[in-house]
């Protein structure tokens, strides 16, 4: 079990936000705005149709890879930025070479992926620089549809319903998954290639998977692991490990759930940006995120030095 985390890393959400990434501000720049010129855009298409287009099709209507175009793509990008578009390129692309593309290539890609979404040329290009992550990739009122949720009597999974414990749920996906994030601080993910034999890294959670996956991908996967079970924590008729039911319908204990979805988004961005240092600082949000729910529900006194927790205080 790992513990240094807590003590060692202590970097505010709000410093990971001003060094690595920046929540786009309403009013400012969209791609709607002329953000890049028909010239960029014709050179994107060229580097896109040598290196992308055998994954994400012609019109970039997907493939192999998903879709750069249309409502699917707006309706997962449409709450971030051109840069964070840009960093997924140059940093996670293409999927069998990333890091092939150079950050101006990477800039163009996005200039033609733009012009394929209908947002309209302008005068100035895209900058490769950091200046792109202050346009929101989404221009205003920019029509996204949704996946449809299932209609009333549809099928849904049977007998869906809380199998695991708290406990056995943060234990089987929770921890593991940030211990894979936590990790970072003493292991480069970039240092680890596919083929890796146990004994020659530090990346031990699931050998094998770890021997099929690049290291930074398993960050990826970590991150991604967080926000989606994230849910499952507020799923009715869970129970507790001392048997109370999960206080699923209290404020805080949905603003805890919510924090923890996004500490892995925090995580998930800053991997995708290839950046050691930028995953170090998010593990500071995971921690928190953690520690404020632990505060209130978890570590209570009255506990013994083989279990420093009071398991038959745990609920609420």
């Known amino acids: 079990m790992r513990v240094a985390w807590l003590a060692t890393v202590t970097l505010a959400v709000v410093a990971f936000a001003g060094s690595f990434w920046t929540v786009v501000a309403q009013g400012t720049r969209t791609g709607g705005d002329g953000v890049y010129t028909a010239a960029q855009a014709a050179r994107g298409k060229a580097t896109f149709d040598m290196q992308c287009r055998a994954c994400h099709g012609a019109t970039l209507g997907g493939g192999l890879g998903p879709p750069l175009s249309g409502a699917a793509f707006l309706s997962v990008w449409d709450r971030s930025s051109v840069g964070d578009l840009v960093d997924k390129i140059q940093h996670t692309m293409p999927q069998n070479n990333p890091g092939l593309l150079s950050r101006e290539q990477a800039t163009d890609i996005v200039a033609h992926v733009l012009n394929v ?17 202050q346009i929101a990739l989404a221009a205003p009122g920019a029509a996204t549809t ?36 936590f990790n970072v601080q003493n292991t480069d993910p970039g240092e680890q ?8 890294t530090d990346f031990s959670w699931v ?11 398993l960050v990826d996967y970590a991150a991604m692991a967080i926000i989606e ?14 048997g109370r039911p999960v206080p699923v319908d209290r404020a805080d204990w949905i603003d805890f759930t919510n924090q923890m979805a996004e500490a892995g988004r925090v995580a998930y ?3 995708q940006s290839r950046n050691r240092d930028a995953v170090i600082e998010a593990t500071s949000v995971i921690a928190d995120a953690c520690l404020n729910c632990h505060d209130r529900y978890r570590d209570k006194p009255g506990g013994t030095d083989a279990d420093p927790s009071n398991k038959v205080a745990r609920g609420f």
Do not use: H
């Open 229 to 242: 079970s994230a849910p499952l924590l507020v799923m009715p008729g869970r129970r507790c490990e001392n």
């Open 146 to 181: 949704p996946p449809a949720l299932p209609a009333a009597g549809a099928r849904t999974l049977a007998n869906a319903r809380p199998e695991a414990n708290l406990a056995q749920l943060m234990r089987g996906i929770l921890f593991p998954s940030s211990n894979v994030i």
């Open 193 to 200: 290639k596919v083929g890796w034999q146990p004994g020659t």
């Open 269 to 271: 961005k800053a991997s």
């Open 207 to 217: 050998n094998w998977g770890a021997g099929i996956y690049p290291g930074w991908e």
């Open 117 to 133: 979404n209908g947002f309209r040329a302008g005068a100035a290009e895209l900058k490769a620089d950091d200046s792109v992550k």
